[in-house]
Nanobody, 121 residues
Framework: QVQLVESGGGLVQAGGSLRLSCAAS????????MAWFRQAPGKGREFVAA????????YSADSVKGRFTISRDNAKNTIYLHMNSMKPEDTAVYFC??????????????WGQGTQVTVSS
């Protein structure tokens, strides 16, 4: 079955950096648009960034533009989220997701379990 496993979460100070990884298995990875979402305590799930099948196109939420970068390595079936200049409001559980749609899709069909990111002020 399809598995998406996130890693790399943790505690970081404001202004710091962190890199998340999401390893995929059980699917033809290069066929999927991949994305990161996050959910802060008491809030709904929020889109963070997406990357196209080949990695040549990305799409990010305004709240993270210029600070977060999504990338992928199709040879390793893995996506990454490089987070810089982090803020306390970035604190959330971060999820990766997979879609058969294009990079601006809203229809994600596979989800990981999430990894906690906490930014201290």
């Amino acid at each position: 079955q399809v598995q998406l496993v996130e890693s790399g979460g943790g505690l970081v100070q404001a202004g710091g950096s962190l890199r998340l990884s999401c390893a995929a298995s059980g699917l033809t990875f290069a066929m999927y648009t991949m994305a990161w979402f996050r959910q802060a305590p008491g809030k709904g799930r929020e889109f963070v960034a997406a990357i196209s099948r080949s990695g040549d196109s990305t799409y990010s939420a305004d709240s993270v533009k210029g600070r977060f970068t999504i990338s992928r390595d199709n040879a390793k079936n893995t996506i990454y989220l490089h987070m810089n200049s982090m803020k306390p409001e970035d604190t959330a559980v971060y999820f990766c997701a997979a879609s058969l749609g294009k990079v601006d899709t809203t229809k994600y069909i596979h989800w990981g379990q999430g990894t906690q990111v906490t930014v201290s002020s």
